[in-house]
């Protein structure tokens, strides 16, 4: 007999896992987005050398460190989907990994060289890339027939949760880097990484397992349909990649560009990398507005599908960075523009993440044949991959010999902004010839005895 239960249960309520699964992805979000919060400041401000020296980079490299480690860990999901889908299941892949994810966190804070640094971020990338799929499309195993119209919600709550987490660290680690140097900075996001593994590990009884495939799992990629499965669904991924490659620079050339804004808010000056925490804050607020309010009053006037949603939350990105190069105008003509501009921006992205990333996780769980939740959601998760890869080589290619920079200023925000506006006109083209096509897994009437 099964040590676990191999199938959702026959209901109408909320599945009985998914508070260890969001509580989980609270505390793992926190470790995550703690430490790439301090990373560019980090990379720039505090690196060691092998003699303990400081051994700084310069911003456009530490911007091309920062978008490749991001883009490893949008590529590492491909392993972890092989390991869940084929070999060990999801539950036990994600328990591996986080092992390896924790070992990350505690080599930063424990080498602060540049060899640390490389070492410790490889770490992080595999573990937390790994788990990313698996932990992602378990949310959707928990869930059958009966109870799949709280999907959708469930997600929602789970961005909530991923955001809460953010929020938190955002706030917090910047802070312990500032007054307890990086050692802290980087063990607490470590240790709320080993909280998140035991708050997993507490829910093995209340989840249902959904078994490893085997060779299924292969024979069912190459087939003819998860073949074409995966056609339409990458065409539409490296679309979402571009979103990605703007979006993940509020925590990179976003930060370059706070250091020199009015940062005063309320008599209390905020520091260059705690201006991030606006994105999970809004995020917290955005999902029950969108849910309950904006959503339903566009429904009103046309159906509002998962590519409509993608398609309005590509065009809200790119005026998000319009907004932004008009930030960098004047900064690069002398003036000092107060932060409630870049705010201003931070709404707008936020607005366009809700509309294309928390879409295309449901998207991409019910697009996905059964045999194929995480390696799907892995082939979503690697459009941030392509889109940090691209803003990273961007950025080491724009580098001088001299130091200085082919795209300056304003320029390079240019550049972006046009790239963002030519995906979005291309993806509403393409949105309009995609046929979506739903599997949700099969359920048990009650558990097994």
Same mark, same amino acid.
């Given at each position: 007999m099964p040590k676990y239960?191999?199938?959702?249960l026959a209901s109408n309520t909320l599945p009985s896992g998914i508070p260890y699964i969001i509580g989980n992805e609270a505390?793992?979000? &926190?470790?995550?987005?703690?430490?790439?919060?301090?990373?560019?400041?980090f990379m720039t401000q505090h690196l060691l050398g092998d003699n303990g020296e400081l051994a700084v980079?310069?911003?456009?490299?530490?911007?091309?460190?920062? +978008?490749?480690?991001?883009?490893?860990?949008y590529f590492t999901p491909i392993l972890g989907a092989i390991l869940a889908d084929g070999v060990l299941g999801k539950f036990r892949t994600i328990?591996?990994?986080?092992?390896?994810?924790?070992?990350? +966190?505690?080599?930063?804070?424990?080498?602060?060289?540049?060899?640390?640094?490389?070492?410790?971020?490889?770490?992080?990338?595999?573990?937390a890339g790994g788990i990313k799929p698996c932990v992602t499309s378990h949310v959707g195993d928990q869930f059958g027939q009966s109870n799949q119209h709280l999907l959708s919600t469930t997600y929602g709550w789970f961005y909530f949760s991923i955001n809460l987490g953010a929020f938190i660290s955002f706030l917090l680690t910047p802070w312990l880097l500032k007054h307890y140097g990086a050692s802290v900075a980087f063990a607490v996001p470590g240790i709320l990484m080993l909280i998140a593994t035991i708050t997993f590990w507490a829910g093995r009884h209340k &989840?249902? +397992?959904?078994?490893?495939?085997?060779?299924? &799992?292969?024979?069912?990629? &190459?087939s003819k349909t998860g073949l074409a499965t995966i056609a339409k669904l990458a065409v539409v991924y490296a679309f979402v990649s571009v979103f990605w490659a703007l979006f993940d620079q509020t925590g990179s050339s976003w930060v370059f560009q706070a250091q020199q804004m009015d940062r005063v808010i309320f008599g209390y000056e905020l520091l260059p990398s705690q201006i991030q925490s606006a994105n999970p804050l809004l995020i917290m607020i955005l999902i029950p507005l969108f849910a309950f309010f904006i959503y339903p009053a566009i429904d009103r006037f046309f159906p509002l599908s998962s590519m409509r949603k993608i398609g309005i939350g590509l065009l809200l990105t790119a005026i998000s960075f319009i907004i932004i190069t008009w930030i960098q105008s004047q900064i690069d003509n002398g003036q000092t523009p107060h932060i409630s501009w870049q705010l201003?921006?931070?709404?707008?992205?936020?607005?366009?993440?809700?509309?294309?990333?928390?879409?295309?996780?449901?998207?991409?769980?019910?697009?996905a044949p059964r045999s194929m939740k995480s390696f799907v959601m892995a082939l979503f998760l690697m459009s941030a991959a392509i889109g940090n890869l691209f803003t990273g080589t961007v950025n080491f290619f724009i580098q001088n010999a001299d130091g200085t920079s082919k795209l300056e200023g304003t320029d390079y925000f240019i550049f972006f902004t046009i790239v963002m506006l030519v995906t979005t006109l291309l993806f509403i083209l393409y949105a309009r010839l995609y046929k979506e096509?739903?599997?949700?897994q099969h359920q048990i009437s009650e558990e097994p005895k």
């Open positions: 239960r191999q199938a959702p505390a793992e979000r &926190f470790s995550f987005y703690g430490m790439r919060a301090i990373l560019i400041v980079m310069g911003k456009d490299d530490a911007k091309g460190w920062y +978008h490749y480690f991001l883009s490893a860990v328990i591996l990994l986080s092992i390896v994810y924790i070992a990350g +966190h505690f080599v930063l804070a424990l080498d602060e060289t540049r060899w640390g640094l490389a070492v410790g971020l490889g770490l992080i990338a595999l573990g &989840f249902a +397992h959904i078994p490893p495939q085997g060779m299924r &799992f292969i024979k069912d990629i &190459f201003l921006a931070y709404i707008i992205i936020t607005a366009g993440e809700v509309m294309v990333a928390i879409t295309c996780l449901e998207f991409s769980y019910t697009q096509k739903t599997y949700i």
